[in-house]
């Protein structure tokens, strides 16, 4: 239970990080938080030469309004983000979500960045992204570009950053007029990762109305996933018409690599995502309406 | 692999040390600083039982390394009681209301339900369950450890 010996390396800058990062390539891996990759580390179901410890990285950390967006660095603890009231406030969803990460210890030390680079299909920031269409902005020595979220995720684990990028913020747009936001997941034990889970943010125009939705599913697949076909269903009806048990069902239809193991088989995280998703359409339309 | 030299203070002491990266902060607690308090249960984050507090924030201390707590400063269940030796009030409350049995996990409960009601001197039921479940305990069904929580917070209170 303890970790195979590397090399540490705490750099002050992103510049300077995503050198060690280019100098290193796939011996190397970026310490954040260290709430999962620690773990990984203690157990040797990975094994790295060097490790670039980001948390001493000021320029990561931070939440602003930025664009019409909310801008939080990818330093930012989740601990942090609960606590803001730039988060409550702009991007409700990300503020319902934290809580449900792990255990406040957990928060004290894992970041906003760590979560959504790590890419774990059962996590909630990655389904948060998703759902708002956040935009990652990822820096390697060419420079900084931006990933759209639906561009990000692509595998267990596995993102479309290459091995010298660095994650160093994530825009989260901010969505106004009449909106509602739900995260609704389901674990045995409270803190675990969720059998499945579903993340809602939807709006209505002035005559009950799907303007537009978003909706993403937690465990349900080997990469974090988006309910793309049901958004495109229900956008545009009127909201009486979308019966909250039909959309969950139908939210699993397109799902073909659902985890499987003794917390549960296919077939009952299928059934549970569709209750997870019909509770969270209900309680976010719900909101909406009174907002 | 190079050894790093860290610094911090645990406890108000000012520690030192030349330690490999891959050291936990709880085994430098332990084997570093001989602070045998801290129990290691799980060695994954799971257990709870090493937890203590970084610059205030309880942290599970197998899920650090001491190289990232440079310069923060530490306390340890060896570090709550008073100056004069008494038990702190979390201590205490767990001693009288049978929160503990075998006493493994009771370092991480102390410092967890420390940092808790120092941010929320006046929680819920609800709220006390929510803040204990990143901890086990594997003897006491936790009964007598919410007691203990609620007789630290001056009194139980409803829902």
């Known amino acids: ?291 | 692999m190079h050894e790093l030299s860290v610094q911090m203070t645990v406890n108000g002491q000012a520690r030192a040390a030349t330690v490999e990266p891959r050291l936990t902060l709880a085994d430098f607690l332990r084997d570093a600083c001989h602070l045998t308090g801290t129990h290691l249960g799980c060695e994954h984050g799971v257990c709870g039982a090493c937890t203590v507090l970084v610059d205030g924030a309880a942290v599970r201390s197998c899920l650090m390394f001491a190289v990232q707590a440079d310069s923060t400063e530490v306390t340890t269940i060896e570090g709550i009681e008073s100056s004069d030796g008494e038990l702190s009030a979390v201590q205490s409350a767990f001693r009288d209301c049978h929160g503990l049995q075998c006493g493994f996990c009771t370092p991480g409960f102390v410092m967890t339900v420390t940092a808790f009601l120092r941010d929320q001197p006046d929680p819920t039921d609800q709220e006390i369950r929510h803040a204990l479940s990143g901890n086990l305990c594997r003897c006491t069904g936790y009964q007598g450890i919410l007691k203990a929580v609620h007789q630290a917070t001056g009194g139980e209170r409803e829902t």
């Open chain 1, 1 to 291: 239970m303890k970790p195979a010996p590397f090399e540490y390396h705490a750099p002050d800058t992103p510049a300077e990080a995503v050198e060690l990062l280019a100098e290193f390539g796939d011996g190397a891996k970026v310490l954040a938080g260290g709430q999962s990759l620690i773990p990984m580390l203690a157990l040797r179901l990975a094994v790295f030469e060097h490790l670039v410890d980001v948390g001493r990285i000021a320029d990561l950390k931070g939440v602003e309004h930025r664009d019409q967006a909310l801008w939080v660095g990818a330093g930012t603890t989740q601990a942090a983000v609960d606590a803001s009231a730039d988060v409550a406030s702009a991007v409700p969803l990300l503020a319902k979500a934290t809580p449900l990460i792990g255990h406040f210890q957990i928060r004290n030390r894992g970041t906003v960045g760590g979560s959504i680079a790590h890419a774990d299909p059962a996590a909630e920031y990655p389904a948060v992204a998703l759902a708002l269409d956040a935009t990652m902005s990822v820096e390697s020595p060419r420079g900084r570009r931006n990933i759209a979220a639906t561009d990000f995720f692509d595998g267990l684990w596995s993102t479309s950053m290459e091995a010298d990028e660095l994650l160093v913020g994530v825009s989260f747009p901010i969505w106004s007029g009449r909106t509602g936001f739900a995260v609704e997941e389901f674990a045995r034990r409270e803190g675990d990762f969720a059998i499945a889970g579903a993340v809602i943010g939807v709006e209505l125009d002035g005559d009950d109305r799907i303007q537009r939705c978003g909706v993403a599913l937690i465990g349900l697949g080997s990469t974090p996933e988006r309910a793309a076909t049901t958004e495109a269903e229900v956008t545009g009806r009127p909201l009486g018409d979308v019966e909250p048990g039909e959309l969950g069902h139908l939210a699993m239809a397109g799902l073909e690599s659902i985890p499987e193991d003794l917390h549960g088989s296919a077939a009952y995280r299928r059934r549970v995502g569709a209750t997870m998703v019909a509770r969270a359409w209900a309680a976010a339309t719900t909101e909406a309406c009174h907002a």
